[in-house]
């Protein structure tokens, strides 16, 4: 199946400081990007979608200067987080879309583990 | 809110038992999926049944769908530890983009040896 993967796996911060998480697509063309949150014991919350070459579309409530999102290219989205604080402090899980797959199938990448201090 | 709401939250039984998972939704589908999520790690695709289906099997896994009243049951038989993990429904956004998913709020299942 389809492979995603995420870098890196987890990364601990100070607080103020900026952190850069990578999401790509190894063995196929992501049309579309999603990156999600998820804090412990909850359910997954989209931050926002990433269509390649386009700027995203962030979900109410998610800051699009705090929460940078770049798809330069069909297998790459980056999400950049900017001066973050505790709070940002979640599981971010990116998941991947592309034509191949059945409509609304995705992919989901292994997450990576945001520790803010 | 969440488009899907699961019960129970949290299910224990022991290895060789059934295990049965229950989704709501609010609003009409084409589509649910299910997707699995070991502690700590992304999701996994289970299985997608669409709303013309009443019953999808695939392995050792059962998905029932009752859209009259916007349902799904996800059975797992003859349970293994392996498969203590946390399982979310999601179903299309409404509104959103066909491709966007809105994820149940979970069950936890834990299989005991």
């Known amino acids: 199946g389809a492979v995603v993967s995420q870098h890196p796996s987890w990364v601990i911060c100070k607080s103020g400081t900026s952190v850069k998480i990578e999401c790509r697509s190894l063995?196929?063309?992501?049309?579309?990007m999603f990156w999600y949150r998820q804090f412990p014991k909850q359910s997954l919350m989209l931050m926002a979608t990433s269509n390649e070459g386009s700027k995203a579309t962030y979900e109410q409530g998610v800051e699009k200067d705090k929460f940078l999102i770049n798809h330069a290219s069909l297998t790459l989205s980056t999400l950049t987080v900017t001066s973050a604080h505790p709070e940002d402090s979640s599981f971010y899980i990116c998941?991947?879309?592309?034509?191949?797959?059945?409509?609304?199938?995705?992919?989901f990448g292994p997450g990576t583990r945001l520790t803010v201090l | 809110s969440q488009q899907g709401e699961e019960d129970p939250q949290a299910l224990s039984i022991q290895e060789g038992e059934n295990a049965t998972m229950n989704c709501s939704y609010k609003t009409s589908i084409n589509n649910l999926q299910w997707y699995r999520q070991n502690s700590g790690r992304g999701l996994v695709h289970l299985i997608l049944i669409r709303s013309n289906e009443r019953e999808k099997h695939s392995g050792r896994l059962r998905v029932t769908l009752d859209t009259s009243k916007k349902s799904s049951s996800l059975l797992i038989t003859a349970s293994r530890a392996a498969d203590t993990a946390s399982y979310f429904c999601a179903t299309p956004r409404w509104g959103g983009s066909a491709r966007q998913l809105t994820f149940g709020s979970g069950t936890q299942l834990t299989v005991l040896p």
């Open positions: 998941s991947a879309w592309t034509s191949g797959t059945e409509t609304d199938t995705q992919y």
């Open positions: 063995d196929f063309q992501a049309t579309t």
